[in-house]
């Protein structure tokens, strides 16, 4: 799709606060939505259906718990070195290339793993896991942005409905996981027809969920002072061409310099540490910490990441009535709650109400902070790659960190570690309210121009401390001929 069509297809900027209702549903819009939900859904279902498996990887190459997690930490080495560029990489070649490129990752990544721990080899399955982190890396800053561009244009928040249905899928995921598990379905045969079926999907999907990343990679490295405020009375402007390869890159990294960008990473690492450390490590806790099968550890994994997703279907409203920042701290302390419970109860029952809790506080962190980095659809590509960094790193220092204390207390206990990254949350909280109304309003008109709509801001949240003005904008010569 051109940056032309999409100004056309995408419709009016989305009201603020006084202005006039948005304008009717946009059919390409309203099917992007669809599209992404499915595939946030079939990453979770890929993502959970392999962790469902863990114990068995440990058992098949006879791996120690410390050993596992030096095996988690190659997929969040690759994690991490993806997302430093995967900003970059989206400003430079649009979110469709780059999904398709993840794509393929995701399916060498899958065969790999299922035939490493079948086959003895500690090396494959190494290399599986790692293409695995650097292909969700690299998809993550994309589906994230264009989630972002569909909320805009809907004028309501949307973003923790896909991340509801990442939980969905990777609630199916588990229980195919465990279900595989029970049947005695060899990790060959399971990951090779996921990987078939995620190829399908995948392939069938792209062409119709890029809203925005295609002008991110064209507009990106323009800054306000450079867009035209709209003229009544002059002809549409056109938007810029593309941004060469070294200003694109620039504006990338531009956003590790922005104070607010780094506090929002700093939520978003305190809600990997928790949801990352549940899915990686919560059924290994119940089959060591309670003398449990498998398909039971599979089963408590599957309530955690259903109270997510029951949170994460009702949050919405939440936040359009509380605000990000006053949700965030309660679901801080609500996590801090559940996660103590688990690691500290005397049995099963009390341990699954603990991971019901954990799952409730942990459901609406991530896409709170994802929404935060994206108020201003000219630079969310860059700051969503920041906070995901944020994210890497989390996951880069948890698998190790948590598996050399678990062999000396127990892995369900060595949870309790990420209690401090909950407080952080909470105290950091401030960070992700949206921008004063000023600035806000100010976007509006420098967007409306070019065919980018403006975030539609929620009642009640806190707004963050902002410039007291933004420089006058100056208007840019159209070049003929682009569209």
Request: hydrophobic share 55%; charged share 10%.
């Amino acid at each position: 799709m051109s940056l032309g069509s999409t100004a056309r297809t995408s419709s009016a900027v989305l009201p603020v606060p006084g202005s006039a209702p948005a304008a009717p549903r946009d059919p390409v819009v309203a099917r992007a939505r669809l599209l992404l939900l499915g595939l946030f859904a079939l990453n979770g279902l890929t993502f959970s259906s392999w962790l469902a498996r863990l114990p068995t990887v440990r058992d098949e190459l006879g791996l120690s718990t410390g050993q596992l997690g030096t095996v988690l930490l190659a997929g969040s080495a690759g994690s991490l070195v993806m997302v430093m560029l995967a900003g970059a990489l989206v400003t430079r070649f649009g979110g469709r290339r780059v999904l398709v490129v993840s794509t393929a990752g995701f399916t060498v990544a899958y065969v790999f793993m299922g035939i490493g721990p079948t086959v003895g080899s500690v090396a494959m399955l190494v290399v599986g896991v790692m293409l695995n982190g650097m292909s969700f890396a690299l998809c993550n800053v994309p589906l994230n942005v264009e989630t972002a561009a569909v909320e805009r244009r809907m004028g309501r928040t949307m973003l923790p409905h896909f991340h509801a249905a990442f939980s969905i899928g990777a609630v199916v995921g588990s229980g195919l996981g465990g279900l595989a598990s029970h049947g005695g379905v060899p990790l060959t045969v399971q990951l090779g027809v996921t990987a078939v079926v995620a190829l399908a999907w995948r392939l069938g999907s792209l062409s119709h969920v890029i809203l925005d990343t295609g002008v991110a990679a064209r507009r990106t490295d323009l800054t306000a002072s450079e867009l035209a405020v709209p003229d009544a009375a002059a002809p549409s402007p056109v938007v810029p061409g593309p941004p060469s390869r070294r200003r694109g890159l620039a504006s990338a990294l531009d956003a590790w310099r922005e104070p607010r960008t780094l506090l929002i990473g700093a939520v978003i690492m305190a809600a990997a540490l928790s949801e990352g450390s549940a899915n990686n490590w919560l059924s290994l806790a119940v089959v060591d910490g309670f003398g449990r099968a498998e398909a039971v550890g599979a089963v408590v994994l599957a309530v955690f990441i259903g109270s997510m997703t029951l949170v994460r279907l009702l949050g919405t409203r939440l936040i359009d009535r509380f605000g990000r920042v006053a949700v965030l701290r309660v679901s801080g302390l609500v996590a801090l709650a559940g996660l103590l419970l688990f690691g500290l109860a005397p049995t099963l029952l009390v341990a699954g109400a603990g991971a019901m809790a954990w799952g409730f506080g942990a459901a609406l962190a991530f896409p709170i902070g994802i929404a935060a980095a994206s108020d201003d659809p000219m630079r969310a590509a860059a700051r969503v790659s920041v906070i995901s960094a944020f994210s890497s790193v989390a996951s880069l220092a948890a698998p190790p960190l948590l598996g050399l204390v678990a062999q000396s207390i127990g892995i369900r206990h060595a949870l309790l570690l990420i209690t401090a990254a909950m407080v952080v949350s909470v105290l950091l909280a401030r960070s992700v309210g949206r921008p004063e109304q000023g600035t806000l309003d100010a976007v509006t008109a420098m967007t409306s121009s070019t065919g980018v709509t403006a975030m539609s801001p929620s009642p009640a949240v806190t707004a963050e401390p902002l410039p007291a003005a933004l420089p006058r904008p100056r208007a840019v010569p159209s070049p003929a001929g682009r569209s």
